[in-house]
């Protein structure tokens, strides 16, 4: 074998609840006899690789062992992904004051805090820590330290039985695998557990009739002016909720979006209908600071706007279940049936990938409605 072709590659392995660094490498009588001159270095059958404990002097020793003799592939070991800036840190204070059940296993402390140290999105937080307590709760007996692979798949069974979705199992594996290898620092822990495949489902959308009856039938300014920014904008409830007074540029016509999904700005439409609603909103309310505010000001919450929602489908006898993302969809819809151009509704929209915006044109009337059925073209007596 060429030098230059020798590589092995370090992973994380936790054996008898010890921390080991794993060290893969294509089987060579070279790298076989400097394996062997490291500290006490054993065979994982289970894993089938050399492993030594895993200690600041044992992994410098192997960078310099090998160091000349094969490259070293860290990608498995060191997982590095940059911190949200652009996200507030998250107030998962709630979590560590609420009160549970006594014999509830709550999350640990240093999984609510690396979530703080990582900022990551409120929402986020929010599922991670629940899915996680769901998956510790079941082995509530257990050391988390103990539990392994084979334990995470028993759980995941589990889930699949009760009938749970491809995203609620992808959601609960999330929120194992941060415990295990963000907070533990153990990047590749459990990088066997198979995941369900993606399921490729249609957007939901609401029709333009749906849409006109829902909305004359709110009478409240401020609601009526949540559920226009929806739908007019196409954001996601979260960018609706963080929107301040100042990201509405009437002048532009334009409302900014900031630190969206992906940590991405934007700018997407505003419409002469909402701007005319907005300023008779303004007049009544004089929010201060964010755009939505609650009674006692901040942010208007979800739960309100669900809420608003619901009560305006069902006002509007609109028989069909909406949620402010389908109203979302409903935007991309529409301006494609409109005959707005897909890569300008990619970018209203922000969406990072093109295929998703491309499913708007699987449901959009106007594309499907042009085609004859073969049925029709039949000469049937």
């Known amino acids: 074998m060429n030098i230059n072709t020798k590589q092995l590659t370090l992973k994380h392995l936790l054996i008898r609840e010890v921390k080991q660094i794993g060290i893969q490498f294509y089987p060579d009588k070279v790298m ?21 404990e895993n200690t600041k002097s044992n992994l410098n020793l192997i960078f310099k062992t090998f160091r000349g003799i094969a490259w070293i592939n860290c990608n498995h070991f060191f997982v590095n992904k940059p911190i949200n800036k ?40 929010r599922i991670y820590i629940s899915f996680f307590e769901k998956f510790i709760n079941h082995y509530n007996n257990t050391e988390l330290i103990a539990l392994g692979e084979n334990d995470v798949r028993l759980y995941l069974q589990k889930l699949v039985q009760e009938g749970k979705s491809n995203s609620y199992l992808n959601q609960a594996v999330n929120s194992i695998k941060f415990y295990y290898e963000v907070v533990l620092g153990m990047p590749n822990r459990l990088y066997e557990i198979e995941r369900p495949r993606k399921e490729f489902k249609l957007p939901r959308v609401v029709s333009t009739q749906n849409m006109v009856k829902i909305l004359n039938s709110i009478t409240n300014i401020k609601h009526k002016c949540i559920i226009e920014t929806l739908y007019s904008s196409g954001l996601r409830i979260g960018e609706l909720l963080n929107l301040k007074i100042n990201d509405i540029d009437s002048d532009r016509m334009l409302i900014r979006v900031l630190q969206a999904k992906g940590k991405q700005d934007r700018y997407t439409i505003l419409s002469k209908s909402l701007l005319k609603d907005l300023r008779e909103y303004f007049k009544i309310y004089r929010p201060k600071e964010y755009l939505f505010e609650g009674k ?10 669900q809420a608003i929602l619901l009560r305006a489908t069902e006002k509007a006898k609109v028989n069909q279940k909406v949620s402010p993302h389908m109203l979302r969809h409903s935007f991309g819809t529409h301006l494609l049936e409109n005959g707005a151009d897909l890569r300008y509704i990619q970018t209203l929209m922000g969406h990072k990938n093109s295929a998703t915006t491309e499913l708007y044109t699987h449901v959009a009337t106007n594309r499907l409605t042009t085609f004859t059925s073969p049925l029709d073209c039949l000469n049937l007596a």
């Not at 076989?32 to 030594?52: C, H, N, R, T």
């Not at 006692?296 to 706007?305: L, N």
């Open 296 to 305: 006692k000001g901040g942010k208007y919450t979800r739960t309100s706007v």
């Open 32 to 52: 076989q006899a400097l394996a062997k001159g490291l500290p006490s270095p054993k065979w994982s059958k289970e894993f089938d690789m050399v492993y030594i």
């Open 86 to 125: 652009g996200n507030d840190t998250p107030d998962v204070n709630w979590y560590r004051n609420r009160k549970t059940h006594p014999e509830h296993r709550r999350c640990p402390e240093e999984y609510l805090l690396k979530l703080e140290l990582k900022k990551y999105a409120l929402n986020t937080v």
